[in-house]
């Protein structure tokens, strides 16, 4: 008589369960990365119409100015959407993009004068250097990019980000504007 050997009873088989999480939780990110994309594509339109209309203006509404624009709490996919999305917009380009890594201090015993990584500060969790066309109200500016960075963050995560600058999602409107505190350089 064959004697079966028990097999070991794996507690930890759940895979098919987390799986199906996966797949229910992909369906509303899918719907929220569309949303966005189409918010961006009519950005996109508008904002080009109103550069085409500005050409044939005969006093021109270009005001140049450049902003820096500091990320807090970003991962590196939404930083490099909300950067995209910004050079993608006419009438705005990303001129450099800083994550604020701190030197080492090996490299600050060497060059202590030297700076890594641009002008980040110890600490900072970066920046964007974000030219705009029109800029003659700097604040109405950051506004927009404030909204826009909203909706990446809404788009990335299914919440919006907490304007009170500890970076935890809120349960708030995609459109509430967070502190950005960009300033014009």
Known sequence: MRTQKKKPQNKQRRPAQSAWRRFLRFWPACGRWLGYGAWLLAE???NA?????????????????????????????????????????????????????????AHSEVHPEIPVDGVSVA??????LVHAVYAEDSDAV???????????????RGQS??????????????????DTEAETI
């Open 44 to 46: 996109v339109a508008l």
């Open 49 to 105: 119409g109103g550069m085409t209309l500005d050409m044939f203006r005969p006093a021109s509404k270009i005001y140049p100015a450049v902003l820096r624009v500091p990320l807090s709490h970003m991962t590196s996919a939404e930083v490099a959407v909300f950067a995209t999305s910004i050079t993608l917009t006419p009438g705005t380009l990303v001129l450099s993009i800083d994550r604020g890594t701190v030197p080492s201090e």
């Open 123 to 128: 600490g900072d969790d970066g920046f964007l």
């Open 142 to 156: 950051r506004e927009e990019l404030d909204v826009m960075l909203n909706k990446v963050l809404w788009a990335s």
């Open 161 to 178: 980000y907490a304007s009170d600058g500890t970076g935890k999602a809120t349960d708030g409107a995609a459109d509430t504007p967070t």
